[in-house]
């Protein structure tokens, strides 16, 4: 949450940081501001997106080769022109960006207050560089001196670049918590949350860990230290990403991209790591650790939102195949409940960004317990990834829209693929299903083509539904998940509310919402339970509810029923989810697009959630 940029080279630093600021766009856009240093430090900032800022900079100086911009998602104080990022310090020398929150911003603002300080803002930001800046002068030293001191005193979360108006070539940087990349170019570097705004520029960046400061002078190397001032040798990575990644290519929406990226992506997913023709799996990250899986007693999962429903259908998967006691967790509820965790546990973190405040936090305390700590991330190099002891990427490749599409189907991929190399280790499974799920995972890039193909179908249902003012998504076994993960789709884009349920438990409770206002969205594709959830057709048919069910090709009982359905290729039901959730995914972005909704960067939402 809350992007940060800065640059400091021989170039001017503001168009680099309003398009850095637009790549970082995703993390938060409830105001956005700039800071350039040109012998005067000018701030411009403003309430709303970064094209509301640059129509606010226009036709003023924008000079200056040292700069750092900031995109907001309010924590502290509502999101308007004041409260937004760059803060001045009281005497307007220094100038901080910031994500994260100082817990203890109280009582050092009280301090501060005392001690002669005012304040202009409502936010934690304001705090920590006033009380920079007391340190600074009661302390006499310098800005390097300062940061670190006050970072010392600090409680919470922070990824801070901090400048002055008397160091006109230095830019400060320290983190904890919240990411911080530094980019290094030719004679320039680079700062930001992530490395989206860095790429086109240079591909050798040093992520910043821990309680880490760099202190970044024009014209000389990095010098980084730990804020107990020890030194610390820069780790210089080059970047796997490339641009044409980050851009819309044709596509109205980044989401609407991402769905129709989704054969690729699960196919980059699998890519070298299995071969259906030899029947081999190969899953580098985890190796070592197969012997590990073969002993646990059990798994637990942790994750939020889309990636905690990635984890129900991991539960399905690996008690059924692989035959070990599986537990899936909420991990803001984890992290503070006390669990009972063992040595033998393994905790299984899932993640896009990788930088999930809550699941790290979570896979942080089941480490400390002693269990075995998996990551499955998207983002390389992402703080969840470097914190678990081993783990998998999913390789969809970056995800700009803020409502997770491709990287649920890529966790799904790479989630059934680890059940199934766990069974096969564990003796679990029989060699012919073994080796006909490793056929079916092949061909499911090719079928997520085919459902894709009924776009326009899905446009026209999408047409009918768009005024319904609640929706009901149902699913049984393996498809539960995937109701849930529709009704999330559809609730987070379109502002419409909608709710996911297991199919069997409507008669226990929603079936009162049923009537013929409400649109009940049915995955019905599971061989297992076909007849059962047929019934729960008839129930909600019986009461004039409106029926689009997800049916396997060749379906004729339930089309003879359904008021529209949509067809999925035949495959295993254990892979029934990735393709019964794109036409979910598509029926959201439709409806969101005909109510005029933001589909990219849905209100009060942001991507990257780095504050629990
Ligand atoms: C929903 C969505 C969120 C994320 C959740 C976890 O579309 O994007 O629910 O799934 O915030 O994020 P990651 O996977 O980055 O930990």
Redesign the pocket.
């Known amino acids: 949450m809350c992007g940060i940029v800065a640059y400091i080279g021989e170039k001017q630093a503001y168009p680099i940081l309003i398009k850095g600021l637009q790549r970082l766009e995703y993390r938060g856009y409830d105001s956005a501001g700039v800071a350039l240093l040109n012998g005067q430090l000018n701030i411009y900032k403003c309430k709303g997106k970064v094209s509301d800022l640059k129509a606010h900079v226009n036709g003023t100086v924008k000079e200056g080769t040292l700069g750092m911009g900031h995109t907001r998602w309010a924590t502290h104080g509502a999101p308007n022109d004041i409260n937004a990022h760059p803060h001045l310090s009281e005497s307007k020398n220094l100038a901080i960006i910031h994500n994260g929150i100082i817990e203890n911003y109280a009582s050092l603002k009280e301090a501060l207050i005392q001690r002669g300080f005012s304040f202009k803002t409502e936010t934690d930001t304001e705090v920590l560089i006033n009380l920079i800046e007391d340190i600074k002068q009661k302390e006499q030293v310098d800005l390097e001196h300062a940061v670190r001191i006050a970072l010392n005193q600090v409680v919470g979360a922070y990824a801070i670049v901090v400048m002055s108006k008397d160091n006109p070539d230095t830019l400060i940087a320290a983190k904890k918590s919240s990411p911080l990349v530094i980019g290094i170019g030719q004679d320039e570097y680079f700062l930001a949350s992530d490395a989206t705004p860095i790429i086109e520029y240079t591909k050798n960046v040093v992520y910043l860990e821990d309680e880490e400061m760099a202190i970044i002078t024009r014209g000389e190397d990095i010098v980084m230290k730990t804020i107990q001032n020890q030194p610390v040798t820069p780790y210089i990575e080059e970047l796997q990403m490339n641009l044409e990644a980050l851009e819309k290519g044709g596509y109205d929406h980044f989401m609407l991209k991402e769905i129709f990226e989704q054969p690729q992506s699960i196919y980059d997913s699998l890519r070298g790591r299995m071969s259906s023709k030899e029947g081999t799996i190969l899953l580098g990250g985890i190796k070592d650790y197969v012997q590990k899986f073969v002993a646990a007693k059990r798994i637990i999962f942790i994750?939020?939102?889309?990636?905690w429903h990635s984890g129900l259908v991991a539960e399905y998967l690996f008690e059924d195949l692989a035959r070990i006691p599986v537990e899936v967790e909420y991990a803001s509820e984890f992290r503070y409940r006390n669990p009972v965790l063992y040595e033998d546990d393994i905790v299984i973190a899932?993640?896009?960004?990788g930088?999930?405040a809550d699941?790290l936090a979570a896979l942080e305390l089941a480490k400390s317990k002693g269990a075995t700590v998996i990551g499955i991330c998207n983002v390389v190099g992402s703080t969840i990834a470097r914190k678990t002891d081993a783990g998998c990427y999913t390789h969809a490749g970056p995800e700009i829209g803020?409502?997770?599409t491709k990287?649920f189907t890529a966790q799904l991929a790479v989630l059934s693929l680890m059940a199934l190399h766990i069974a096969q280790a564990r003796g679990s499974i029989t060699e012919s299903r073994y080796r006909g799920f490793l056929t079916a995972l092949a061909q499911i890039p090719k079928k997520v083509e085919e459902v894709l193909q009924q776009n326009d179908a899905i446009k026209a249902i999408a047409e009918k539904y768009k005024d319904a003012k609640n929706c009901l998504y149902l699913g049984r076994g393996y498809n539960f998940p995937v109701a849930l993960e529709g009704a999330?789709?559809f609730k987070?884009i379109t502002y419409v509310h909608a709710e996911g349920y297991p199919a069997a438990e409507m008669k226990h409770g929603p079936i009162a919402l049923i009537d013929e206002q409400m649109p009940v969205v049915v995955i019905a594709t599971n061989e297992s339970a076909y007849e059962k959830i047929v019934s729960n057709i008839q129930e909600v048919k019986a009461r004039k509810g409106n029926i689009i069910a997800i049916v396997t090709e060749g379906d004729t009982q339930i089309k003879a029923i359904a008021d529209f359905t949509i067809e999925i290729p035949h495959t295993i039901e254990e892979l029934t989810p990735i393709l019964s959730v794109v036409p979910l995914q598509l029926l959201a972005y439709h409806v969101a697009v005909m109510l005029g909704c933001h589909v990219d960067q849905p209100r009060n939402l942001a991507k990257?959630?780095t504050v629990e």
């Open positions: 994750a939020c939102g889309t990636s899932i993640s896009q960004s930088e999930t699941t803020v409502a997770s990287a999330l789709k987070e990257s959630v």
